[in-house]
C-alpha cells in the first residue's frame, strides 16, 4: 500500500532555530514529491521535487529530495512566528494520477 | 481575484441528511479534487475530475457524490451513507493533470460537523 510518512508529527522550537522536517515514502511509480504549508485552512504550495539531489530554495527555506533514501527534507532556518504552521508532504503517484499525502507535521515557533 | 471558492466555510448536519458543499473555482483549471482531513491523517483523496462530464472514485469515495456539469464548478454531496463525515473537507484544481508536473491548489475548505 502506497504510504507517505512525516517526522515529526509536532515540533516546537524558539524563534531564531533551524529546523528540518521529514518526509520519507513508499509509493509505487513516484513521480514527484512535493511540499505545502497549512497555515489555517487552504495548504500553500512550497516546493516541487523530481529529481534527486537538487536543492529547491526559496528565502530561509529549502528542500531535497533523496530517491534512493525515499525521503526528502524541508529545512528552514532562522524562523519566525509566522513560520508555525502544519508543512504537508505529498507524493505524485503516477499510475493512480493522485497525491499521496503524509500525516503533516505540526510546527510551532515560540517567540 | 482569481482562486477557489468554497461554501459554506462551516456546517452542521443532522444524521440522516444529505448535504452539499461547493466549489467554484476561476482559475480556467481542467482538474478538480475533493479531499477529506483529518487530525493526524493528513488529506486523502475522494473525487477527482480531468474534464468536464468525467470523474473518478479517490481512495474513500463511499458516501460521497459528485458532478461536474460546469468547467467550474465540482459540488460535493455528502450522503447519509458516509458513516463518520465530521471532517473539513478541501477543494482544489490544478491546470492540468499532476503527472504533468500541474501544481494543486486548493480552497479555504468547508467545516462538516454531524450533530
Known amino acids: 500500500e502506497d504510504k507517505v510518512v512525516q517526522s515529526p508529527l509536532s515540533l516546537v522550537v524558539h524563534e531564531g532555530d533551524t529546523v528540518t522536517l521529514n518526509c520519507s515514502y513508499e509509493?509505487?511509480?513516484?513521480?514527484?514529491l512535493l511540499w505545502y504549508k497549512q497555515e489555517k485552512k487552504a495548504p500553500t504550495f512550497l516546493f516541487m521535487l523530481t529529481s534527486s539531489g537538487i536543492e529547491k530554495k526559496s528565502g530561509r527555506l529549502s528542500s531535497i529530495l533523496d530517491k534512493k533514501e525515499l525521503s526528502s527534507i524541508l529545512n528552514i532556518t532562522a524562523t519566525q512566528t509566522g513560520d508555525s504552521a502544519i508543512y504537508l508532504c505529498?507524493?505524485?503517484?503516477?499510475?493512480?494520477?493522485?497525491?499521496?499525502f503524509g500525516q503533516g507535521t505540526r510546527l510551532t515557533i515560540n517567540p | 481575484d482569481g482562486g477557489i471558492t468554497q461554501s459554506p466555510k462551516y456546517l452542521f448536519r443532522k444524521e440522516g441528511q444529505n448535504v452539499t458543499l461547493s466549489c467554484e473555482q476561476n482559475l480556467n483549471h481542467d482538474a478538480m479534487y475533493w479531499y477529506r482531513q483529518d487530525p493526524g491523517q493528513g488529506l486523502r483523496l475522494i473525487y477527482y475530475?480531468?474534464?468536464?462530464?468525467?470523474?473518478q472514485k479517490g481512495d474513500i469515495a463511499e458516501g460521497y457524490s459528485v458532478s461536474r456539469e460546469k468547467k467550474e464548478s465540482f459540488p460535493l454531496t455528502v450522503t447519509s451513507a458516509q458513516k463518520n463525515p465530521t471532517a473539513f473537507y478541501l477543494c482544489?484544481?490544478?491546470?492540468?493533470?499532476?503527472?504533468?508536473?500541474?501544481?494543486?491548489?486548493f480552497g479555504e475548505g468547508s467545516w462538516l460537523t454531524v450533530v
Open positions: 505529498a507524493v505524485v503517484h503516477a499510475g493512480a494520477q493522485k497525491l499521496v
Open positions: 482544489a484544481s490544478s491546470a492540468g493533470t499532476i503527472l504533468s508536473g500541474n501544481t494543486i491548489y
Open positions: 509509493v509505487t511509480n513516484f513521480r514527484s
Open positions: 475530475s480531468q474534464i468536464v462530464n468525467d470523474f
